[in-house]
Protein backbone atom coordinates (compact mmCIF):
# COMPACT_ATOMS: atom_id res chain seq x y z
CA UNK A 1 0.00 0.00 0.00
CA UNK A 2 1.29 3.61 -0.99
CA UNK A 3 0.41 6.11 2.18
CA UNK A 4 1.67 10.02 1.01
CA UNK A 5 3.73 11.57 3.51
CA UNK A 6 1.84 14.07 5.84
CA UNK A 7 1.52 17.50 4.54
CA UNK A 8 1.23 21.02 6.28
CA UNK A 9 -2.31 22.39 5.75
CA UNK A 10 -1.13 25.69 4.11
CA UNK A 11 0.95 24.46 1.60
CA UNK A 12 -2.33 22.02 0.53
CA UNK A 13 -4.44 25.56 0.57
CA UNK A 14 -2.53 26.73 -1.97
CA UNK A 15 -1.33 22.98 -3.71
CA UNK A 16 -4.69 21.03 -4.50
CA UNK A 17 -2.54 18.41 -5.74
CA UNK A 18 -0.76 18.37 -2.20
CA UNK A 19 -4.46 18.84 -0.49
CA UNK A 20 -5.67 15.16 -2.20
CA UNK A 21 -2.35 13.57 -1.14
CA UNK A 22 -3.15 14.65 2.62
CA UNK A 23 -6.40 13.02 1.81
CA UNK A 24 -5.26 9.91 0.38
CA UNK A 25 -2.86 10.14 3.83
CA UNK A 26 -5.96 10.08 5.69
CA UNK A 27 -8.01 7.26 4.46
CA UNK A 28 -4.99 5.49 3.89
CA UNK A 29 -5.74 4.34 0.23
CA UNK A 30 -3.16 3.27 -2.39
CA UNK A 31 -2.84 5.20 -5.59
CA UNK A 32 -2.89 2.92 -8.98
CA UNK A 33 -1.87 4.02 -12.67
CA UNK A 34 -4.61 2.45 -14.38
CA UNK A 35 -3.38 3.37 -18.00
CA UNK A 36 -2.16 -0.38 -18.42
CA UNK A 37 -4.49 -2.05 -16.37
CA UNK A 38 -7.31 -4.18 -18.15
CA UNK A 39 -10.51 -4.63 -16.30
CA UNK A 40 -11.76 -8.32 -15.96
CA UNK A 41 -14.90 -9.41 -17.74
CA UNK A 42 -16.48 -10.55 -14.51
CA UNK A 43 -15.80 -7.51 -12.31
CA UNK A 44 -16.85 -5.00 -14.67
CA UNK A 45 -21.03 -7.26 -14.95
CA UNK A 46 -21.20 -6.57 -11.76
CA UNK A 47 -22.03 -3.11 -10.99
CA UNK A 48 -25.77 -1.91 -12.79
CA UNK A 49 -24.01 0.84 -15.43
CA UNK A 50 -25.90 3.41 -13.99
CA UNK A 51 -24.60 2.99 -10.44
CA UNK A 52 -20.87 3.02 -12.01
CA UNK A 53 -21.57 6.08 -13.85
CA UNK A 54 -23.67 7.72 -11.10
CA UNK A 55 -20.49 7.62 -8.52
CA UNK A 56 -17.67 6.79 -11.07
CA UNK A 57 -16.77 3.38 -10.05
CA UNK A 58 -14.48 1.48 -12.42
CA UNK A 59 -14.19 -2.31 -11.29
CA UNK A 60 -11.22 -3.96 -11.69
CA UNK A 61 -10.46 -7.15 -10.97
CA UNK A 62 -10.44 -9.45 -8.39
CA UNK A 63 -8.12 -9.85 -5.56
CA UNK A 64 -8.69 -13.22 -3.53
CA UNK A 65 -12.41 -12.62 -3.04
CA UNK A 66 -12.13 -8.68 -2.59
CA UNK A 67 -13.50 -6.89 -6.03
CA UNK A 68 -10.69 -3.77 -6.55
CA UNK A 69 -12.27 -0.72 -7.82
CA UNK A 70 -10.94 2.86 -9.38
CA UNK A 71 -12.46 5.52 -8.19
CA UNK A 72 -10.87 9.04 -9.70
CA UNK A 73 -12.21 11.31 -6.51
CA UNK A 74 -12.14 10.48 -3.02
CA UNK A 75 -16.18 11.80 -3.03
CA UNK A 76 -17.07 8.26 -4.21
CA UNK A 77 -15.73 6.93 -1.39
CA UNK A 78 -19.09 6.18 -0.02
CA UNK A 79 -20.56 4.68 -3.03
CA UNK A 80 -17.75 1.74 -2.62
CA UNK A 81 -19.30 1.05 0.62
CA UNK A 82 -22.80 1.06 -1.04
CA UNK A 83 -21.33 -1.28 -3.44
CA UNK A 84 -20.52 -3.88 -1.10
CA UNK A 85 -23.62 -3.97 0.04
CA UNK A 86 -25.44 -4.44 -3.61
CA UNK A 87 -22.78 -6.74 -4.71
CA UNK A 88 -22.17 -8.56 -0.95
CA UNK A 89 -18.48 -8.75 -2.32
CA UNK A 90 -15.37 -6.56 -0.18
CA UNK A 91 -14.48 -4.00 -2.05
CA UNK A 92 -11.33 -2.30 -1.79
CA UNK A 93 -10.99 1.19 -3.56
CA UNK A 94 -7.83 2.46 -5.13
CA UNK A 95 -7.79 6.01 -6.41
CA UNK A 96 -6.39 6.32 -9.98
CA UNK A 97 -6.79 9.04 -13.16
CA UNK A 98 -10.25 10.47 -12.84
CA UNK A 99 -10.27 11.20 -16.81
CA UNK A 100 -9.08 7.87 -17.08
CA UNK A 101 -11.87 6.49 -15.18
CA UNK A 102 -14.42 8.20 -16.73
CA UNK A 103 -13.39 7.19 -20.26
CA UNK A 104 -13.30 3.33 -19.28
CA UNK A 105 -16.84 3.64 -17.04
CA UNK A 106 -18.34 5.23 -20.60
CA UNK A 107 -17.05 3.40 -22.97
CA UNK A 108 -18.24 -0.68 -21.22
CA UNK A 109 -21.28 0.58 -19.93
CA UNK A 110 -22.69 2.69 -22.91
CA UNK A 111 -23.83 -0.07 -24.88
CA UNK A 112 -25.14 -1.72 -21.86
CA UNK A 113 -27.21 1.05 -20.84
CA UNK A 114 -28.70 1.76 -24.01
CA UNK A 115 -29.59 -2.40 -23.78
CA UNK A 116 -31.75 -1.59 -21.01
CA UNK A 117 -33.89 1.02 -23.05
CA UNK A 118 -37.01 -0.03 -23.61
CA UNK A 119 -37.28 -1.36 -27.56
CA UNK A 120 -40.14 -1.73 -30.07
CA UNK A 121 -43.39 -2.88 -28.91
CA UNK A 122 -46.39 -3.47 -31.39
CA UNK A 123 -48.47 -0.52 -29.25
CA UNK A 124 -45.58 1.74 -28.90
CA UNK A 125 -46.43 4.74 -31.02
CA UNK A 126 -44.50 6.15 -34.06
CA UNK A 127 -42.83 9.73 -33.46
CA UNK A 128 -45.17 11.31 -35.61
CA UNK A 129 -48.16 10.40 -33.41
CA UNK A 130 -46.37 12.14 -30.14
CA UNK A 131 -47.94 15.62 -30.62
CA UNK A 132 -48.96 16.37 -26.91
CA UNK A 133 -45.67 19.20 -25.50
CA UNK A 134 -46.28 18.00 -22.24
CA UNK A 135 -45.15 14.33 -22.92
CA UNK A 136 -42.64 15.55 -25.25
CA UNK A 137 -41.23 17.05 -22.23
CA UNK A 138 -41.97 14.90 -19.80
CA UNK A 139 -39.91 12.08 -22.25
CA UNK A 140 -36.89 14.16 -22.82
CA UNK A 141 -36.51 14.44 -18.83
CA UNK A 142 -36.13 11.14 -18.10
CA UNK A 143 -32.90 9.68 -16.70
CA UNK A 144 -32.74 7.23 -19.56
CA UNK A 145 -32.89 9.61 -22.46
CA UNK A 146 -30.49 12.14 -20.35
CA UNK A 147 -28.31 9.91 -19.97
CA UNK A 148 -28.07 8.84 -23.50
CA UNK A 149 -27.59 11.36 -24.65
CA UNK A 150 -24.91 12.85 -22.12
CA UNK A 151 -23.17 9.77 -23.08
CA UNK A 152 -23.35 9.81 -27.07
CA UNK A 153 -21.52 13.58 -26.35
CA UNK A 154 -19.04 11.97 -24.25
CA UNK A 155 -18.34 9.50 -26.92
CA UNK A 156 -17.92 11.79 -29.92
CA UNK A 157 -15.50 14.25 -27.57
CA UNK A 158 -13.48 11.04 -26.85
CA UNK A 159 -13.68 9.80 -30.61
CA UNK A 160 -12.37 13.11 -31.64
CA UNK A 161 -15.19 13.24 -34.08
CA UNK A 162 -16.07 16.56 -35.62
CA UNK A 163 -20.44 16.14 -36.11
CA UNK A 164 -23.01 13.99 -34.79
CA UNK A 165 -25.62 12.96 -36.96
CA UNK A 166 -29.27 11.18 -35.96
CA UNK A 167 -30.37 10.14 -38.69
CA UNK A 168 -34.67 8.85 -38.35
CA UNK A 169 -35.55 5.77 -41.33
CA UNK A 170 -38.83 3.82 -41.30
CA UNK A 171 -37.85 1.08 -38.73
CA UNK A 172 -34.97 2.42 -37.06
CA UNK A 173 -32.45 5.57 -35.82
CA UNK A 174 -29.06 5.76 -36.51
CA UNK A 175 -26.29 7.86 -34.86
CA UNK A 176 -23.30 8.53 -36.85
CA UNK A 177 -20.07 10.11 -35.73
CA UNK A 178 -17.84 12.02 -38.46
CA UNK A 179 -14.21 10.96 -37.26
CA UNK A 180 -11.06 12.58 -39.24
CA UNK A 181 -13.61 12.82 -42.15
CA UNK A 182 -15.47 9.82 -42.21
CA UNK A 183 -19.03 8.79 -40.62
CA UNK A 184 -19.02 5.57 -39.09
CA UNK A 185 -22.11 4.22 -37.23
CA UNK A 186 -21.90 3.95 -33.51
CA UNK A 187 -24.89 2.93 -32.30
CA UNK A 188 -28.97 2.31 -32.76
CA UNK A 189 -31.16 3.52 -30.16
CA UNK A 190 -34.96 2.21 -30.36
CA UNK A 191 -36.72 3.70 -32.63
CA UNK A 192 -39.61 4.80 -29.61
CA UNK A 193 -37.38 6.74 -28.25
CA UNK A 194 -36.51 9.08 -31.28
CA UNK A 195 -38.88 11.87 -30.21
CA UNK A 196 -37.41 11.67 -26.93
CA UNK A 197 -34.08 12.74 -27.72
CA UNK A 198 -34.54 15.29 -30.59
CA UNK A 199 -36.85 17.27 -28.00
CA UNK A 200 -33.84 16.40 -25.34
CA UNK A 201 -31.39 18.35 -27.94
CA UNK A 202 -33.77 21.02 -28.36
CA UNK A 203 -33.97 21.83 -24.88
CA UNK A 204 -30.48 22.09 -24.84
CA UNK A 205 -30.40 24.34 -27.59
CA UNK A 206 -32.83 26.50 -26.28
CA UNK A 207 -34.91 25.42 -29.35
CA UNK A 208 -38.52 25.42 -29.95
CA UNK A 209 -39.98 22.38 -28.52
CA UNK A 210 -43.27 21.89 -30.37
CA UNK A 211 -41.89 22.99 -33.19
CA UNK A 212 -41.41 19.76 -35.93
CA UNK A 213 -42.50 20.73 -39.11
CA UNK A 214 -39.89 23.40 -40.24
CA UNK A 215 -36.21 23.54 -39.56
CA UNK A 216 -34.43 24.89 -36.72
CA UNK A 217 -30.56 25.62 -35.47
CA UNK A 218 -29.54 25.99 -31.49
CA UNK A 219 -26.22 25.99 -30.12
CA UNK A 220 -25.31 23.62 -26.99
CA UNK A 221 -22.41 24.36 -24.21
CA UNK A 222 -21.37 21.82 -22.53
CA UNK A 223 -18.58 20.56 -20.02
CA UNK A 224 -16.66 16.94 -21.11
CA UNK A 225 -14.22 16.05 -18.87
CA UNK A 226 -13.15 19.25 -17.85
CA UNK A 227 -13.17 20.68 -21.72
CA UNK A 228 -15.41 23.16 -23.17
CA UNK A 229 -17.41 22.30 -25.94
CA UNK A 230 -19.82 24.43 -27.45
CA UNK A 231 -22.23 22.35 -30.63
CA UNK A 232 -23.52 23.84 -33.35
CA UNK A 233 -26.98 22.30 -33.69
CA UNK A 234 -28.84 21.75 -36.92
CA UNK A 235 -32.96 20.28 -37.00
CA UNK A 236 -34.42 19.44 -40.28
CA UNK A 237 -37.64 17.52 -40.48
CA UNK A 238 -37.49 14.40 -42.93
CA UNK A 239 -40.53 11.57 -44.02
CA UNK A 240 -39.48 9.58 -41.04
CA UNK A 241 -39.16 12.74 -38.17
CA UNK A 242 -36.80 15.39 -37.10
CA UNK A 243 -33.02 14.79 -38.07
CA UNK A 244 -30.49 15.94 -36.25
CA UNK A 245 -26.92 17.35 -37.23
CA UNK A 246 -24.35 18.66 -34.22
CA UNK A 247 -20.87 20.15 -35.64
CA UNK A 248 -18.47 19.42 -32.64
CA UNK A 249 -16.29 22.93 -31.80
CA UNK A 250 -13.58 21.54 -28.96
CA UNK A 251 -11.55 25.19 -28.10
CA UNK A 252 -8.84 22.94 -26.77
CA UNK A 253 -8.25 21.33 -30.17
CA UNK A 254 -8.76 24.52 -32.62
CA UNK A 255 -5.79 26.37 -31.42
CA UNK A 256 -2.90 24.70 -33.79
CA UNK A 257 -0.09 26.42 -34.82
CA UNK A 258 1.17 26.55 -38.37
CA UNK A 259 3.79 23.76 -37.90
CA UNK A 260 1.02 21.72 -37.11
CA UNK A 261 -0.39 22.24 -40.29
CA UNK A 262 1.45 19.43 -42.15
CA UNK A 263 2.45 22.11 -44.85
CA UNK A 264 5.83 21.09 -46.35
CA UNK A 265 9.39 23.43 -45.13
CA UNK A 266 9.20 25.21 -48.60
CA UNK A 267 5.95 26.12 -48.72
CA UNK A 268 6.12 27.10 -44.51
CA UNK A 269 8.95 29.76 -45.30
CA UNK A 270 7.01 31.14 -48.22
CA UNK A 271 3.20 31.63 -46.37
CA UNK A 272 4.81 32.94 -43.49
CA UNK A 273 6.21 35.38 -45.66
CA UNK A 274 2.96 36.25 -46.67
CA UNK A 275 1.09 36.84 -43.32
CA UNK A 276 3.83 39.25 -42.18
CA UNK A 277 2.95 41.27 -45.10
CA UNK A 278 1.67 44.71 -43.51
CA UNK A 279 -1.54 44.90 -46.56
CA UNK A 280 -3.03 43.36 -49.18
CA UNK A 281 -5.83 40.14 -48.99
CA UNK A 282 -4.65 36.23 -48.83
CA UNK A 283 -7.33 33.76 -49.83
CA UNK A 284 -7.90 30.67 -48.66
CA UNK A 285 -9.50 28.15 -51.02
CA UNK A 286 -11.11 24.79 -50.73
CA UNK A 287 -14.95 22.95 -50.13
CA UNK A 288 -16.16 22.97 -46.94
CA UNK A 289 -14.59 21.17 -44.24
CA UNK A 290 -10.91 21.33 -45.70
CA UNK A 291 -10.07 22.94 -43.22
CA UNK A 292 -9.18 26.89 -44.11
CA UNK A 293 -10.80 28.00 -40.91
CA UNK A 294 -8.38 26.06 -38.86
CA UNK A 295 -5.57 27.65 -41.25
CA UNK A 296 -6.44 31.14 -40.79
CA UNK A 297 -6.46 31.15 -37.07
CA UNK A 298 -3.29 29.37 -37.17
CA UNK A 299 -2.01 32.52 -39.19
CA UNK A 300 -3.76 35.48 -37.26
CA UNK A 301 -1.95 33.57 -33.89
CA UNK A 302 1.00 33.85 -35.80
CA UNK A 303 1.33 37.72 -36.43
CA UNK A 304 -0.89 38.35 -33.19
CA UNK A 305 0.95 40.96 -30.68
CA UNK A 306 -0.10 43.08 -28.60
CA UNK A 307 0.82 46.29 -30.24
CA UNK A 308 -2.26 44.97 -33.46
CA UNK A 309 -5.82 45.46 -33.40
CA UNK A 310 -7.20 42.40 -35.26
CA UNK A 311 -11.12 42.27 -36.14
CA UNK A 312 -12.74 39.08 -37.42
CA UNK A 313 -16.10 38.71 -39.01
CA UNK A 314 -17.70 35.04 -39.14
CA UNK A 315 -20.70 32.74 -39.80
CA UNK A 316 -20.54 31.45 -37.07
CA UNK A 317 -17.91 32.05 -34.79
CA UNK A 318 -16.03 28.88 -34.43
CA UNK A 319 -13.47 29.41 -31.74
CA UNK A 320 -13.20 31.58 -29.77
CA UNK A 321 -9.27 33.57 -30.01
CA UNK A 322 -7.77 35.63 -26.74
CA UNK A 323 -6.81 38.46 -28.07
CA UNK A 324 -8.86 39.05 -31.36
CA UNK A 325 -12.48 40.88 -31.45
CA UNK A 326 -15.01 38.66 -33.19
CA UNK A 327 -17.98 39.46 -34.27
CA UNK A 328 -20.99 37.09 -35.78
CA UNK A 329 -22.56 37.43 -38.89
CA UNK A 330 -26.88 37.84 -38.22
CA UNK A 331 -28.14 38.50 -41.34
CA UNK A 332 -32.11 38.68 -39.71
CA UNK A 333 -30.65 41.79 -38.35
CA UNK A 334 -29.04 43.18 -41.34
CA UNK A 335 -25.59 42.32 -39.54
CA UNK A 336 -23.99 40.76 -43.11
CA UNK A 337 -20.37 40.55 -44.13
CA UNK A 338 -20.69 42.94 -46.07
CA UNK A 339 -22.62 45.50 -43.67
CA UNK A 340 -19.76 44.15 -40.34
CA UNK A 341 -16.80 44.90 -42.80
CA UNK A 342 -17.35 47.68 -43.86
CA UNK A 343 -17.79 48.85 -40.50
CA UNK A 344 -14.97 47.74 -39.49
CA UNK A 345 -13.22 50.12 -41.22
CA UNK A 346 -14.06 52.59 -38.81
CA UNK A 347 -12.44 50.59 -35.63
CA UNK A 348 -8.96 51.28 -36.59
CA UNK A 349 -7.46 47.67 -37.60
CA UNK A 350 -4.64 46.39 -38.77
CA UNK A 351 -5.66 42.94 -39.92
CA UNK A 352 -9.09 41.83 -40.66
CA UNK A 353 -10.36 38.27 -41.06
CA UNK A 354 -13.44 37.84 -42.89
CA UNK A 355 -15.61 34.30 -43.00
CA UNK A 356 -16.15 34.00 -46.58
CA UNK A 357 -16.08 36.41 -49.55
CA UNK A 358 -19.79 35.16 -51.32
CA UNK A 359 -20.97 38.57 -52.95
CA UNK A 360 -19.46 41.14 -55.10
CA UNK A 361 -20.05 43.87 -52.74
CA UNK A 362 -17.81 42.19 -49.62
CA UNK A 363 -15.43 41.25 -52.30
CA UNK A 364 -15.43 45.25 -53.27
CA UNK A 365 -15.26 46.51 -49.65
CA UNK A 366 -12.43 44.00 -49.08
CA UNK A 367 -10.06 44.90 -51.39
CA UNK A 368 -10.70 48.69 -50.38
CA UNK A 369 -9.43 47.99 -47.08
CA UNK A 370 -6.53 45.73 -48.25
CA UNK A 371 -6.15 49.07 -50.87
CA UNK A 372 -5.94 51.50 -47.73
CA UNK A 373 -3.19 49.76 -45.60
CA UNK A 374 -5.03 46.73 -44.14
CA UNK A 375 -3.85 43.01 -43.93
CA UNK A 376 -7.29 41.15 -44.90
CA UNK A 377 -7.91 36.91 -44.55
CA UNK A 378 -10.61 36.14 -46.28
CA UNK A 379 -12.35 32.43 -48.01
CA UNK A 380 -13.37 31.49 -51.27
CA UNK A 381 -14.91 27.75 -52.35
CA UNK A 382 -12.80 27.63 -55.24
CA UNK A 383 -10.89 23.57 -56.46
CA UNK A 384 -7.64 25.35 -56.45
CA UNK A 385 -5.52 28.32 -55.62
CA UNK A 386 -5.55 30.00 -59.18
CA UNK A 387 -8.97 29.73 -59.45
CA UNK A 388 -9.57 32.40 -56.89
CA UNK A 389 -8.53 35.12 -59.09
CA UNK A 390 -10.53 34.00 -61.70
CA UNK A 391 -13.89 33.43 -58.92
CA UNK A 392 -13.37 37.36 -58.18
CA UNK A 393 -13.24 38.21 -61.61
CA UNK A 394 -16.71 35.90 -61.86
CA UNK A 395 -17.97 38.02 -59.32
CA UNK A 396 -17.85 41.52 -61.13
CA UNK A 397 -14.48 42.78 -59.93
CA UNK A 398 -12.44 44.95 -61.49
CA UNK A 399 -9.01 42.86 -62.73
CA UNK A 400 -7.34 45.82 -61.81
CA UNK A 401 -8.41 45.86 -58.22
CA UNK A 402 -8.10 42.02 -58.18
CA UNK A 403 -4.34 42.60 -58.94
CA UNK A 404 -3.15 44.98 -56.98
CA UNK A 405 -5.32 43.69 -53.95
CA UNK A 406 -4.58 40.02 -53.81
CA UNK A 407 -1.19 38.78 -52.59
CA UNK A 408 -1.71 35.13 -52.41
CA UNK A 409 -3.48 32.74 -52.36
CA UNK A 410 -3.77 29.02 -50.75
CA UNK A 411 -5.63 25.83 -51.53
CA UNK A 412 -6.39 22.70 -49.09
CA UNK A 413 -7.61 19.62 -48.50
CA UNK A 414 -7.24 17.86 -45.77
CA UNK A 415 -6.27 13.95 -45.93
CA UNK A 416 -6.26 10.91 -42.83
CA UNK A 417 -2.62 10.10 -41.40
CA UNK A 418 -1.51 6.46 -41.78
CA UNK A 419 -1.71 5.91 -38.05
CA UNK A 420 1.80 5.53 -36.49
CA UNK A 421 1.19 2.85 -34.49
CA UNK A 422 0.06 -0.10 -36.68
CA UNK A 423 1.71 1.60 -39.97
CA UNK A 424 3.86 -0.84 -42.15
CA UNK A 425 5.42 -0.54 -45.55
CA UNK A 426 3.09 -0.92 -48.36
CA UNK A 427 2.79 -1.52 -52.03
CA UNK A 428 0.64 0.64 -53.60
CA UNK A 429 -0.77 -0.83 -57.21
CA UNK A 430 1.24 0.70 -60.11
CA UNK A 431 -2.42 2.57 -61.29
CA UNK A 432 -3.26 4.29 -58.23
CA UNK A 433 0.73 5.70 -58.21
CA UNK A 434 0.43 6.79 -61.82
CA UNK A 435 -2.08 8.61 -61.03
CA UNK A 436 -0.63 10.85 -58.64
CA UNK A 437 2.60 10.58 -60.51
CA UNK A 438 4.76 8.46 -58.51
CA UNK A 439 7.06 6.86 -61.02
CA UNK A 440 8.42 2.91 -59.64
CA UNK A 441 12.01 4.51 -58.88
CA UNK A 442 10.32 7.03 -56.47
CA UNK A 443 8.36 3.96 -55.16
CA UNK A 444 11.55 2.40 -54.16
CA UNK A 445 13.05 5.13 -52.66
CA UNK A 446 10.05 5.81 -50.80
CA UNK A 447 8.65 5.28 -47.49
CA UNK A 448 5.37 4.39 -48.34
CA UNK A 449 3.18 3.32 -45.94
CA UNK A 450 -0.13 2.17 -44.67
CA UNK A 451 -1.94 1.32 -41.10
CA UNK A 452 -3.28 -2.80 -40.76
CA UNK A 453 -5.73 -1.47 -37.96
CA UNK A 454 -5.45 -1.69 -34.36
CA UNK A 455 -7.10 -0.28 -31.19
CA UNK A 456 -5.84 3.50 -31.35
CA UNK A 457 -7.31 3.88 -35.03
CA UNK A 458 -10.33 1.70 -34.64
CA UNK A 459 -9.21 -0.78 -36.69
CA UNK A 460 -9.15 1.58 -39.82
CA UNK A 461 -5.37 2.15 -40.37
CA UNK A 462 -5.83 6.21 -39.77
CA UNK A 463 -5.47 8.33 -36.79
CA UNK A 464 -5.71 11.98 -37.54
CA UNK A 465 -5.53 13.91 -40.79
CA UNK A 466 -3.16 16.88 -42.26
CA UNK A 467 -3.39 19.49 -44.85
CA UNK A 468 -2.90 19.06 -48.93
CA UNK A 469 -1.66 22.77 -49.65
CA UNK A 470 -1.19 24.87 -52.73
CA UNK A 471 0.43 28.14 -52.78
CA UNK A 472 0.22 30.84 -55.44
CA UNK A 473 2.54 33.72 -55.03
CA UNK A 474 0.59 36.75 -56.80
CA UNK A 475 3.84 38.13 -58.69
CA UNK A 476 4.55 40.97 -61.20
CA UNK A 477 3.44 38.14 -64.56
CA UNK A 478 0.91 36.77 -62.49
CA UNK A 479 -0.81 40.35 -62.07
CA UNK A 480 -0.47 40.70 -65.73
CA UNK A 481 -2.20 37.14 -65.99
CA UNK A 482 -4.81 38.65 -64.25
CA UNK A 483 -5.46 42.04 -65.87
CA UNK A 484 -5.38 39.95 -69.19
CA UNK A 485 -8.36 37.76 -67.92
CA UNK A 486 -6.23 34.77 -68.16
CA UNK A 487 -7.54 31.84 -67.35
CA UNK A 488 -7.06 29.63 -64.07
CA UNK A 489 -5.18 27.37 -66.12
CA UNK A 490 -3.05 29.98 -67.62
CA UNK A 491 -1.92 31.10 -64.04
CA UNK A 492 -1.48 27.55 -62.66
CA UNK A 493 0.89 26.62 -65.52
CA UNK A 494 2.77 29.83 -65.15
CA UNK A 495 3.13 29.33 -60.73
CA UNK A 496 4.46 25.29 -61.61
CA UNK A 497 7.17 26.35 -64.06
CA UNK A 498 8.28 29.60 -62.78
CA UNK A 499 7.40 29.75 -59.00
CA UNK A 500 7.99 25.96 -58.40
CA UNK A 501 4.20 26.01 -57.15
CA UNK A 502 3.35 22.26 -55.92
CA UNK A 503 0.16 21.41 -56.91
CA UNK A 504 -2.36 19.75 -54.13
CA UNK A 505 -1.31 16.47 -55.96
CA UNK A 506 2.36 17.20 -55.90
CA UNK A 507 1.92 18.14 -52.42
CA UNK A 508 -0.03 14.59 -52.01
CA UNK A 509 2.34 12.98 -53.88
CA UNK A 510 4.71 14.52 -51.65
CA UNK A 511 3.09 13.16 -48.61
CA UNK A 512 2.66 9.64 -49.71
CA UNK A 513 6.70 9.25 -50.37
CA UNK A 514 6.95 10.25 -46.72
CA UNK A 515 4.66 7.62 -45.21
CA UNK A 516 2.45 10.35 -44.18
CA UNK A 517 -0.53 9.07 -45.82
CA UNK A 518 -1.95 6.76 -48.58
CA UNK A 519 -2.13 6.84 -52.39
CA UNK A 520 -5.79 5.81 -51.97
CA UNK A 521 -6.81 9.06 -49.30
CA UNK A 522 -4.77 11.70 -51.94
CA UNK A 523 -7.13 10.25 -54.79
CA UNK A 524 -10.14 10.27 -52.56
CA UNK A 525 -9.71 14.08 -51.81
CA UNK A 526 -8.02 15.63 -54.67
CA UNK A 527 -9.75 16.36 -58.46
CA UNK A 528 -8.20 14.72 -61.13
CA UNK A 529 -7.48 16.64 -64.02
CA UNK A 530 -7.53 14.24 -66.90
CA UNK A 531 -10.69 12.81 -66.59
CA UNK A 532 -11.81 13.14 -70.04
Not at 377 to 404: K, W
Request: with cysteine.
Amino acid sequence: MIVQPYQDSRAAQTNPSVDRASERNRYGIESLDITEVKSDETALLLPPGEFALKHQILPLYFEDETLVVAIGDLSSLAATDDLSILLNVPVRPVVADANIVKERIEEFFLERILSTLPGEDASAQDAEDITDLADLTKMAGEAAVVQMVNLIFAQAVRDGASDIHIEPYEREVKVRYRIDGMLRDLMRPPKRMQAAIISRLKILGEMNIAERRLPQDGRIRLTIAGRQIDVRTSIIPTVYGERAVMRILDKTTAMLGLEELGMSEDSLVKFRKLIHLPYGIILATGPTGSGKSTSLYASLQEIWSPSTNILTIEDPVEYQVPGISQVQVRPSIGLTFASGLRSFLRQDPDIIMVGEIRDHETAEIAIHASLTGHLVFSTLHTNDAPGAITRLLDMGVEPYLVASSVVGVIAQRLVRRVCSNCAQPYEASPEILRAIGISQEEMKNGNIRKGKGCDKCQNTGYKGRQGLYELLIVDEPVRRLTIERASAGEIKNYAVENQQMRTLFGDGKQSVLLGRTTPEEVMRVCQREDIS
